[in-house]
């Protein structure tokens, strides 16, 4: 397995990191500079644990979803299933960003000491991302609501390791749960295995850190009170009122390690979840793992979420969007790699080629 440099000229350099955070912190030599990598010294580590948990060096996905989600039914477009629910929270909890249930799911595991701490994003100013190793229930409420902008969240890890914690929960977007099953994937075999829950979050792309700027020139002054992306724009509360802005103009802001990511609804998670967007307050949850689906028993049986049945020609709708993203971004990695970037997918295998034939049937 290579090591830093190769990562630092594979990666950092062809701009296709998507920022989970995997490789930080375990080394002195690679820092972030808001969101963007740098390797501060020349690394003669030959094989390094960075390049090893990266989600953008070489991977197998087929084989690491038959390790992970061996039993679960398989599916191109959306990743290994058992059952897709709309799901919300029976009462919210103050800034939840959709229906409210990856806070429930949270409290439950709390509650119920699935794990010893759970891994959040929150935030000050309700823009700039902010990770945390969350243990109590009060928690929560500082992560509700999506930070859009990439975070490394998962540098994070090593400072669970360190405080001795053996499970860990994990709230992520799907490249960084990619990135948590690689890391155990390719973990030295002298390693006790990680003993994770992943609720993995939907996700179409993220922002650059330079959104921030662009929100602080257009709205002087104005304290951010939340972001949203409802159907009809992109939408930005203050404590002056609420602004709509078009998608075209955010998606300028769209990080470019996004282009390359195949996965829209973190196939790889126990629990995934994203907006329902036939109905407000609503959220979809795709339930991939028996740990996953014991999870929000759980939290039903505690009433602390409502589960309804999930609506087909949504289904479709989300199959659909999963399959235009897998499709749009295999065209960017195969442009990339014609360029020269170092291959991190087979582009020829069995997957991606149904992939092709799914978006072409769509298009037809
Ligand atoms: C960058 C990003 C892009 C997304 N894109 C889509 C999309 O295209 N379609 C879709 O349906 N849903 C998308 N989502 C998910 C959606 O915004 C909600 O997070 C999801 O529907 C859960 O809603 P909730 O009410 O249950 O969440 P809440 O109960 O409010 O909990 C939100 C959770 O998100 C976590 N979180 C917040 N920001 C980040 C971050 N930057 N990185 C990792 N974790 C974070 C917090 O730790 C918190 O636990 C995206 C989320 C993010 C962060
Ligand atoms: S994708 Fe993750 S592991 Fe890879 S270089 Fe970027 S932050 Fe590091
Ligand atoms: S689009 Fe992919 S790479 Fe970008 S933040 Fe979302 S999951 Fe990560």
Same mark, same amino acid.
């Given at each position: 397995m290579p090591g830093g440099m190769d990562l630092k000229?594979?990666?950092?350099?062809? +701009?296709?990191?998507? *920022?989970?955070? &995997?490789?930080? =912190?375990?080394?002195?030599?690679?820092?972030? !500079?808001? =969101?963007? *990598?740098? !390797?501060?010294? =020349?690394?003669?580590?030959?094989?390094?644990?960075?390049?090893?948990?990266?989600p953008r060096t070489y991977a197998d996905w087929q084989a690491i979803g038959d390790r992970?989600?061996?039993d679960t039914p398989r599916n191109i477009e959306i990743g290994p299933y058992f059952n897709v629910f709309r799901v919300k929270a029976a009462a919210g909890i103050k800034g939840q960003q959709d229906g409210g249930t990856v806070s429930n799911l949270v409290k439950t595991i709390m509650e119920d000491e699935l794990a010893q701490a759970v891994l959040l994003t929150g935030s000050e100013d309700h823009v700039t991302p902010e990770p945390f190793l969350a243990v109590d229930i009060d928690d929560i409420e500082k992560a509700a609501g999506s930070r859009f902008l990439a975070s490394p969240g998962l540098r994070k890890i090593i400072e669970a390791q360190a405080n001795k914690v053996q499970k860990l929960a994990v709230v992520g977007r799907p490249c960084q749960i990619q990135a948590l099953r690689k890391m155990d994937f390719n973990r030295r075999p002298d390693k006790p295995p990680l003993d994770l829950i992943t609720i993995g979050l939907f996700c !179409?792309? +993220?922002?650059?850190? =330079?959104?921030?700027e662009y929100l602080q020139k257009n709205f002087p002054g104005e304290k951010i009170l939340s972001l949203g992306i409802p159907q009809?724009?992109? @939408?930005v509360k203050t404590d002056k009122g609420e602004h709509i802005l078009p998608l075209d103009e955010v998606k300028k802001f769209?990080?470019?390690?996004?282009?390359?990511?195949? /996965?829209?609804?973190?196939?790889?998670?126990? #629990? +995934?979840?994203?907006a329902f967007e036939a109905e407000k307050g609503w959220?979809?949850? #795709? @339930?991939?793992? &028996?740990?996953?689906?014991?999870? *929000?028993?759980?939290? @039903?049986?505690?009433?602390?979420l409502i589960c309804a /049945?999930?609506?087909?020609?949504?289904?479709?709708? *989300?199959?659909?969007?999963? #399959?235009?993203?897998?499709?749009?971004?295999?065209?960017? #990695?195969? &442009? &990339?790699?014609?360029?020269?970037?170092?291959?991190?997918?087979?582009?020829? +295998?069995? !997957?991606?080629?149904?992939?092709?034939?799914?978006?072409?049937?769509m298009v037809k």
């Open positions: 000229n594979e990666v950092f350099q062809s +701009s296709t990191c998507a *920022l989970c955070g &995997a490789c930080l =912190d375990w080394c002195p030599y690679i820092a972030n !500079m808001e =969101d963007h *990598l740098v !390797m501060r010294f =020349d690394c003669n580590v030959g094989e390094g644990r960075c390049y090893a948990v990266c992970y989600l061996p !179409m792309w +993220s922002l650059g850190w =330079d959104f921030n009809h724009g992109f @939408v769209n990080k470019a390690g996004c282009g390359y990511c195949l /996965d829209m609804t973190s196939e790889l998670a126990d #629990i +995934s979840v994203g959220n979809t949850v #795709i @339930v991939r793992s &028996a740990k996953g689906q014991e999870l *929000l028993d759980k939290a @039903v049986e505690k009433d602390y /049945d999930y609506p087909e020609e949504e289904l479709n709708r *989300l199959k659909g969007a999963s #399959i235009g993203k897998k499709n749009r971004n295999l065209n960017n #990695i195969q &442009a &990339a790699f014609d360029k020269g970037v170092k291959p991190f997918i087979d582009l020829n +295998s069995e !997957m991606y080629a149904q992939v092709r034939k799914l978006a072409e049937g």
